[in-house]
């Protein structure tokens, strides 16, 4: 079993910063993701990082803006967000992947536990 618990989401303006975290226990896991939900739309990955090399993954459409990284020590994931845009309004989950994935296999469906999620609103 793998607990995930999300914080660190609010209400900013467009251009703005936050910082997301995801306090993780329970079994290690190979990698770890961040996910969101907008209203009305499926889960979109927004970023991944293997938990013990530290390799990220990004989409376009976060690239240079998202940022993931993790605490060994304390075993928190986060996602630094900047120059976020009223388009980033969603809800974000932290997910865990307890097995090998490759760059192609940031999809929803491949991951294993999923935390509460936290919702972030950008406003114009």
């Known amino acids: 079993q793998v607990q995930l618990v999300e914080s660190g989401g609010g209400l900013v303006q467009a251009g703005g910063s936050l910082r997301l975290s995801c306090a993780v226990s329970?079994?290690?896991?190979?990698?770890m993701g961040w996910f969101r939900q907008a209203p009305g739309k499926d889960h979109e990955f927004v970023a991944g990082i293997a938990w013990s090399s530290g390799w990220t993954f990004y989409p376009d459409s976060v690239k240079d803006r998202f940022t993931i990284s993790r605490d060994n020590v304390k075993n928190t994931l986060f996602l630094q967000m900047n120059s976020l845009k009223p388009e980033d309004t969603a809800v974000y989950y932290c997910?865990?992947?307890?097995?090998?994935?490759?760059?192609?296999?940031?999809?929803?469906?491949?991951?294993?536990?999923w935390g509460q999620g936290t919702q972030v609103t950008v406003s114009s």
């Open positions: 329970g079994r290690p896991s190979y990698a």
């Open positions: 997910a865990a992947r307890l097995e090998y994935i490759t760059a192609s296999y940031w999809y929803p469906r491949f991951m294993d536990y």
